[in-house]
């Protein structure tokens, strides 16, 4: 009796043991996958990283193309969706968070939001196809491509500035109050200036994640083969992640090899916006004790 | 009114109307998928929609049976869910329980990053790493194929299910452990005896909102899984997803009115009913483990 018992518990702390280790694996394991899929881009697309493949329009010929139009079409789209959704997102959390705490309408809008949170890219994509470029007639402008991003990154910038509002403790709004301040001077000397950190991270990371999409850009049309710079928002345009696609779907190793590199452009970009955002987390958490 | 109060009054009604848009982009959303699918239930039966089991809308003898596309996407998200739902949960109960903090510090920033990777360069990953690395074990695997979109997929929704898991168990009151520690029971124990049970409602919210991700994912399938609508459980062949038909679609030329155009809309609309029940069931979840511990 006594024996099997003790049999038993040595068994239980070898399982013990033995899910440490497993456990430690699953972990490494999507770290070593990351790894692995940044040493198979690098592999392939270093070597055709260079100064001309930056400032090259995309060409038939792979050795002469390169990613001008859709690095420059990005930072059109970029700009766009910034000046829609930041100053939108940033409203409508501070209304959620500050104003309409208790009431049903304001509950209405939050299930609405969490909706929109968890729908995919690619019904974004029909929404600015019906929406914008039909409804609206946009046609398949940079205007119309901005403004799909924009709502797809929209409930991303209200969720966070939410959580970042929600971080300000209450006895700072109260103190305001207690001086005379109104609603709107409270926020706007006290609240929103010791949110700022956290809204800046979330807005990094709407952003970042604007930049990586392509599946609603292809909806709505943007097109790989443009051998012009947009000069105005109704003008046609290319993106970063859709001359990557469009090379990735073509045969010939050669284009591969765009794409890598292509890629490697492309994850710089959001890789240095992500390490921006966790850094300002990081930093923001550690010095600010209330 | 004073001029002051009038201020605060302006300012309070453009948060408003800023924050109800949300409204309205579900409300457009809705009529737009509705307004299009209805469209396209004039010209085909909503029976042989269903029930068909070939999707050839641009063949001669065009079928419009969505089931082969909701195979491809049973198919990719049953394969990613194969990786991520094991490995995501025992990084999970490993970060939570097992790892030291430091460690934990320095991982949750490289799953992030995981998590960040633009899906465009998962597609490249998988079909031109993935699938030559799986074609030396399996022989007959074609180059477009579910299997190695659905493994992708699965690494890409890893951090998704190990970061709302270890959220959920971590919330777990230190009490309940306690209490198990003290009867003398190991770290496996209290995780299989205490926490899983009690985290589950918040484990079940991260993974079926794993689910709804796998099911919207565009870009690995439609770069790595082919485009040909197959009614087939068979991961080794070329398939189509729901999703990469609509961007199959739209990089051609259907025009609008047609019924090749309306077909991407019909088949948005049974995504977004399929995503967004899921969604519903994985809030609800979370609002009730959250109501429950913290």
Known sequence: ?290 | MTPLRLKEKVIESTFFLSSSLAIFINLAIIAILTFESYGFFHKVSPIDFFTDTQWTPFFYDKHYGILSLFAGTFLTTVIALAVALPVGLISAIYLSEYSHSRFRVSVKPMLEMIAAVPTVVYGYFALLFVTPLLKNIIPGLASFNSLSAGIVMGIMIIPLIASLSEDAIHAVPLMLREGAFALGATRLQVVRRVLLPAAFSGIAASVILGVSRAIGETMIVAIAAGLQPRFTLNPLVPIETVTSYIVQVSQGDAAAGTIEFQTIFVAGASLFVMTFILNTISYGLRKRYMQAYV
């Open chain 1, 1 to 290: 009796m006594k024996k099997s018992f003790l049999k038993k518990l040595s068994r239980n702390e070898m399982n013990d043991r033995i899910f440490s280790v497993v456990g430690l694996l699953a972990t490494l394991l999507g770290v070593g996958v990351f790894l692995v899929l940044l040493a198979d881009v690098a592999m392939d697309g270093l070597k055709r990283l260079n100064w001309s493949f930056l400032t090259s329009f995309p060409s038939r010929n792979p050795f002469d193309a390169g990613i001008l139009s859709a690095w420059v079409g990005t930072v059109w789209l970029m700009a766009v969706t910034g000046a829609i959704a930041i100053p939108l997102g940033i409203m409508a959390g501070i209304y959620l968070e500050e104003y309409g705490k208790r009431n049903k309408l304001a509950g209405f809008i939050e299930v609405n939001i969490a909706n929109l949170a968890g729908i995919p890219s690619i019904i974004y994509g029909l929404l600015g196809l019906g929406l914008f470029v039909r409804f609206l007639d946009l046609g398949r402008s940079v205007l119309a491509g901005g403004a799909t991003l924009a709502l797809l990154i929209l409930p991303i910038i209200i969720l966070a500035t939410r959580e970042a509002l929600r971080a300000v403790p209450v006895s700072l709004r109260e103190a305001s109050f207690a001086l005379g301040a109104t609603k709107w001077q409270t926020l706007k000397y006290q609240i929103l200036p010791a949110a700022f950190p956290g809204i800046l991270t979330g807005i990094i990371l709407a952003m970042s994640r604007a930049i990586g999409e392509s599946a609603p850009l292809i909806m709505i049309g943007a097109l790989a083969y443009i051998a012009f710079l947009p000069q105005q928002l109704s003008d046609p345009f290319t993106a970063l992640p859709i001359q990557i696609f469009n090379w990735v779907s073509r045969p010939q190793h050669e284009f591969a090899v765009n794409a890598a590199a292509g890629i490697l452009v492309l994850l710089f970009i959001t890789l240095m916006m992500n390490g921006l955002a966790i850094w300002l987390r990081y930093r923001f958490e550690k010095k600010v004790r209330w």
